[in-house]
């Protein structure tokens, strides 16, 4: 068992080191387009700075955005390869997550930008624009997710316009400009929260940063009303916008909408969404764009609709396939793990080809009780595949085998997550095995279980590093190999006294109880 242990290290450590590395140098990207931003930012602040300077600083961002997207290992690889490479070829796919903090990255990139080109032009960036749009291997790439555009040069840019608008109306006075500018981003901000509106987000960080766009908007209504006021009560006429004041225009681009649609339609014959659009247009807004990403994420959110619903059969199957095996019936429990498995070739993985973001979450969930369930057949049963040479008529099942398999001897191809969360979830059921086993007096199969956890305990300790998530599973590996001890302890006493029951007075150290981490009492 020892030397199972140091086979199964010595084929996973090597992963987790690479996926550390990987994720260290994401991390330093990170910190790398956070600096370039903060250069480019700090370059437009400063007077001093002369255009070629500032030129040059958003070219060296530029560059590393696009080194960022097109490396393969600024990507999470624990998606597998079928799923994050596109068939037939090297290219990412368009959807595959990134690591760490380089979605955070990417928003203030977009953020950045749409807030320069909407200083320059007073219009919304598209998404379509050349700098969010790149090639790789001669194919068009956008370089942002719908997502990263929606959370920074739109959700992002609101905010910033009304940061801008406070620090430009310290200045009112001195430049005639300000109110016409104030006036442009409150409608701009508008129009991108009526936008935004016509989306369903689902609880999130998105959600969450839509929710908080209003703000925006009311900081830029009342910077306008508060200037009108003071040009109103000091006589600045630069102040007041026009001959009422500065919101004398008839407020937002929405409520002009609402008069010219009140006095045009007498009917229902004028689409409420088309005169949404054309204003829009008119005022700067993609909205034919925006509409192309809500019909892409109203999509995705129906494709995890589906993955969820369907994650619930695999994950069924798998757990009743345990069940099965701790009543003995092998065959069923055969049968149960090919059906997990049909679910997720045939059903499931089709789904993540299309949008592999959710591979993490219920699909990885599936996964890992698959793994458990096929590393406790293997580890009963060895390599019967059917399960017909095993159970008796009585329902208990044989002496177990005792092999543990190898990450690549999982028919399905898995992470290292899957499989170390999996082995770890193993011991628990080792554990209720050897407690049935120790009820019949079978010295030997308690042994060999205590056996096989000291293993897997082994295995997990001298891979040192672990996966984030697996800080439980190390604690109930280390409570299960307590308890086995404590039962073999007992069966030893038994055997020595000739009694049928010899309950220990040894207790349990600090920090167990009788409890596993499922709540399934030993």
Not at 43 to 60: D, G, M, P, R, Y
Not at 409 to 428: A, F, H, M, Q, V
Request: aromatic share 6%; with cysteine; proline share 3%.
């Amino acid at each position: 068992m020892a030397q199972l242990g140091m086979q199964i290290m010595s084929m996973i450590e090597e992963k987790i080191k690479r996926e550390d590395a990987r994720h260290r140098n994401a991390n330093e990207r990170s910190w790398e387009l956070n600096s370039a931003l903060i250069r480019c930012e700090t370059a437009h602040e400063l007077s001093a700075f002369s255009e070629n300077f500032v030129s040059k600083e958003e070219e060296t961002l530029d560059k590393l955005v696009l080194e960022t997207v097109l490396s393969p290992d600024m990507y999470k690889k624990n998606v597998d390869d079928i799923i994050a490479m596109i068939e037939g070829g090297s290219k990412l796919h368009p959807r595959a997550p990134r690591i760490g903090g380089l979605v955070s990255k990417l928003e203030d990139y977009a953020r950045y930008k749409a807030f320069r080109h909407f200083l320059s032009e007073e219009k919304l960036l598209s998404p379509n624009a050349p700098c969010f749009v790149t090639t790789e291997n001669g194919i068009p790439r956008n370089v942002l997710t719908d997502e990263e555009y929606l959370a920074g040069a739109c959700i992002g840019l609101c905010h910033d316009l009304a940061k801008y608008g406070v620090t430009r109306a310290s200045n009112a006075l001195d430049d005639e400009l300000t109110v016409p500018f104030i006036k442009k981003a409150r409608d701009t901000v508008s129009l991108i929260l009526e936008e935004l509106l016509q989306f369903d987000f689902r609880n999130g960080p998105l959600r969450r940063k839509y929710d908080s766009t209003k703000y925006a908007l009311k900081t830029l209504e009342t910077i306008l009303y508060e200037l009108s006021v003071a040009g109103s009560v000091g006589g600045h006429k630069s102040l007041l916008g026009g001959e009422h004041g500065a919101d004398d225009d008839g407020g937002g681009p929405l409520k002009k909408m609402k008069i010219a649609d009140d006095d045009k339609m007498e009917s229902d014959e004028n689409d409420p969404v088309e005169v949404a659009t054309a204003t829009a247009m008119s005022s700067g807004i993609p909205s034919k764009e925006i509409s192309a990403i809500r019909e892409r994420m109203d999509h995705r959110d129906k494709l995890r609709e589906k993955l969820i619903k369907t994650c619930r059969d695999g994950q069924k199957a798998a757990k009743q396939s345990i069940f099965a095996m701790h009543r003995g019936d092998a065959k069923r429990a055969a049968t149960l793990l090919k059906e997990c498995e049909d679910c997720v070739t045939n059903d499931l993985l089709p789904i993540l080809k299309e949008e592999p973001t959710l591979r993490f979450g219920s699909f990885a969930c599936v996964l890992e009780e698959y793994v458990e369930g096929k590393l406790f057949y293997a580890w009963l049963y060895g390599d019967d595949v059917d399960g017909e040479n095993h159970g008796t008529a009585k329902g208990e099942p044989q002496r177990a085998v005792g092999k543990i398999l190898l990450p690549d001897e999982i028919p399905l191809k898995i992470s290292t997550d899957d499989y170390l969360g999996g082995l770890g979830d193993l011991t628990g059921e080792i554990g209720r095995f050897a407690v049935a086993r120790g009820t019949a007096r079978d010295k030997e199969s308690v042994k060999l279980c205590l056996d096989s956890n000291r293993a897997v305990q082994l295995t997990i300790k001298m891979l040192g590093k672990l996966p984030r998530g697996m800080q439980k599973k190390v604690s109930m590996v280390n409570k299960s190999v307590e308890k086995l001890e404590r039962v073999l302890y007992e069966q030893s006493l038994m055997e020595m006294t000739g009694r049928k029951h010899f309950a220990s007075s040894v207790e349990e150290r600090p920090g167990f109880d009788n409890h596993d981490e499922k709540g399934v009492e030993y």
